[in-house]
């Protein structure tokens, strides 16, 4: 198993020249990659990394002598991240390779396994020595590589480390969960997960530092002071949100076997104005990718329902479907005979969880059906059985 640990870096002045140069020559032979690949793609020939790689290592002393004050891993390792981008463009994976921008892009380069080492809260680099970590690093295993990045004014020193695979405990409990605005996340258990919305809190801050910064004249110390504290400001959303995500997961990863999400078309949702940014502020999409990696290594199992099955509009108890639900009931109350002598209320998102979970439990029965035949012993646990 695959685990990387991120790191802040405490370089000196010099430090961070060095590491400002190492970035921009990974980024320059990136581009500079790129544009030989396009080149002969062009002109009908077959590029592939280790073609371009050692063409550029013909011409580096003579046209690039700037690119030796750095590790050499700052001009290697572009070539094979090229190759695995185009390859995961071909295979329908991902978009297309683009330029990347000294602006708009973050500033980072590859180091492999046998270019630092570790030592009590410091690393040595190539042609540079020791640098400062704010702590040791955390697992235990192989270090297969690392990665240093420039995030909000700071340098972050990422470690990818190869563990020992361990057999993970069977958990025999289920839950269904259903994400939103109002609640990030609602357990068919009852229990939930409020939306703290730190882009909403801070939008007062973050208004005062942009307008700031628009003022100050381009090119200037001030103009960069203030890019910073912008930067600074929204590092800090990013880590109270991603804090928040990593509990979340974490604790449902840890005490569930079996987990029924509906899946959700974050593009769509992204598209009306009016929710536009809660949506981006809650990090749904992050949320249900962390829980299925999560997940995943824990030995346990996501089942995704479709987006399109009503789970807001239906009765878990009955089955009875309320149509013409809005967004401000936000208590469910059954219209049906059976619900309506017992006087059954319950909370909109609480009673969309169980409804997930029982269709979830539903597709498990019809994969064991087909797995094992009609005729197999195989029976579905119900809710309660599985806790």
Not at 190 to 216: M, P, V
Not at 286 to 297: E, F, G
Request: charged share 25%; net charge positive; glycine share 6%.
């Amino acid at each position: 198993m695959m685990k990387a640990h991120k790191i802040r870096l405490h370089p000196t002045p010099e430090q961070a020249t060095y590491f400002a140069k190492a970035a921009g020559t990974s980024r320059f032979v990136w581009n500079w990659a790129l544009a030989e690949w396009n080149r002969q793609y062009e002109a009908g020939e077959k590029p592939t990394a280790l073609k371009l790689k050692k063409h550029f290592n013909q011409i580096r002393r003579e046209q690039f002598p700037w690119t030796w004050d750095v590790t050499k891993n700052a001009c290697d390792q572009p070539f094979l991240d090229l190759g695995k981008a185009f390859t995961a463009f071909f295979e329908g994976k991902a978009r297309r390779p683009k330029f990347k921008s000294k602006k708009k892009t973050c500033p980072s380069f590859y180091l492999a396994n046998d270019q630092f080492e570790l030592a009590d809260h410091r690393v040595w680099i190539p042609k540079l020595g020791w640098v400062n970590m704010a702590e040791n690093l955390r697992f235990k295993g192989k270090i297969t590589g690392a990665r240093i990045t420039h995030v909000a004014d700071w340098w972050f020193l990422s470690i990818t480390v190869e563990l020992e695979g361990k057999i993970p405990e069977k958990k025999p409990k289920s839950v269904g969960l259903d994400v939103g605005l109002n609640r990030l996340a609602t357990l068919s258990t009852g229990e939930g997960c409020e939306n703290q919305r730190f882009l909403k809190t801070a939008l007062r801050n973050l208004r005062k530092a942009q307008k700031h910064l628009s003022r100050c004249k381009k090119g200037s110390k001030n103009r960069e002071k203030a890019r910073c504290n912008v930067a600074r400001l929204y590092y800090k959303i990013t880590c109270l949100r991603d804090d928040v995500l990593h509990k979340l997961t974490t604790t449902l990863a840890h005490e569930y076997g079996l987990i029924g999400v509906e899946t959700l078309h974050l593009k769509n949702l992204m598209k009306n104005r009016a929710l536009a940014r809660s949506f981006s502020d809650a990090a749904l999409g992050k949320l249900l990718s962390l829980l299925t990696s999560k997940v995943s290594a824990q030995g346990g199992m996501i089942v995704k329902v479709d987006r399109f099955f009503p789970s807001t509009q239906r009765c878990h108890c009955c089955g009875w479907r309320w149509h013409d639900i809005t967004l401000s009931d936000r208590v469910f109350v059954c219209q049906s005979p059976t619900c309506a002598m017992s006087g059954v209320r319950q909370d909109r998102d609480e009673n969309a969880a169980k409804n997930i979970l029982q269709e979830a439990l539903r597709l498990i029965s019809l994969v064991d059906q087909a797995v094992f035949g009609s005729g197999s012993d195989e029976t579905l646990k119900t809710p309660a059985d599985l806790g």
